[in-house]
């Protein structure tokens, strides 16, 4: 495995970490499938690196330098944290089908919270716990 190849699964486990530790399997596997769906995407509208696609400015909010989470990593030190870190690690290594179909963006938003532009209904492909997901 190259050296740009681990970067890859180590940033793409990050984000899921970062973004779905508090969530079910299922969201974890649904953002899993976004992050992967952006760097297949056939109109080139994310990198082709999976690294590209998570530390593209303004894309996953916990790599965004305002973001509380932007600074957080696993730690043994946290149990919780350092399972879900685990868990992640493993799904990545056999993350089975996609459950989102297709899905190259989503969103979790408290109650009342103000959707994004792109959060539409129709694009909807699924909702997984309070994480719904969206192919553009």
Same mark, same amino acid.
């Not at 899921?16 to 969201?27: D, T």
């Not at 499938?33 to 995407?41: E, K, L, P």
């Not at 685990?86 to 989503?106: F, H, K, L, V, W």
């Given at each position: 495995?190259?050296?740009?190849?681990?970067?890859?699964?180590?940033y793409?486990?990050?984000?899921?970490?970062?973004?779905?530790?508090?969530?079910?399997?299922?969201?974890?596997?649904?953002?899993?499938?976004?992050?992967?769906?952006?760097? $297949?995407?056939?109109? %080139?509208?994310?990198?082709?690196?999976?690294? /590209?696609?998570?530390?593209? &400015?303004?894309?996953?909010? !916990?790599?965004?330098?305002?973001?509380?989470?932007?600074?957080?990593?696993?730690?043994?030190?946290?149990?919780?944290?350092?399972?879900?870190?685990?868990?992640?690690?493993?799904?990545?290594?056999?993350?089975?089908?996609d459950? $989102?179909?297709?899905? %190259?963006?989503?969103?979790?938003l408290?109650? /009342?919270?103000?959707?994004? &532009?792109?959060?539409?209904? !129709?694009?909807?492909?699924?909702?997984?716990?309070?994480?719904?997901?969206?192919?553009?």
């Amino acid at each position: 495995m190259t050296l740009a190849e681990v970067q890859d699964l180590y940033y793409r486990a990050l984000c899921i970490w970062r973004e779905m530790r508090g969530e079910s399997e299922q969201a974890r596997l649904g953002c899993y499938w976004a992050i992967t769906n952006r760097s $297949t995407d056939m109109l %080139n509208r994310w990198p082709k690196t999976l690294y /590209g696609v998570v530390t593209q &400015p303004m894309q996953f909010s !916990s790599f965004n330098p305002t973001d509380p989470n932007s600074s957080k990593m696993p730690s043994i030190r946290n149990t919780a944290d350092w399972q879900a870190w685990n868990e992640i690690c493993s799904m990545c290594d056999n993350p089975g089908e996609d459950p $989102t179909q297709g899905a %190259n963006q989503y969103e979790a938003l408290p109650d /009342g919270a103000q959707r994004p &532009p792109w959060a539409m209904q !129709s694009r909807m492909t699924v909702q997984i716990g309070r994480t719904r997901f969206y192919k553009l």
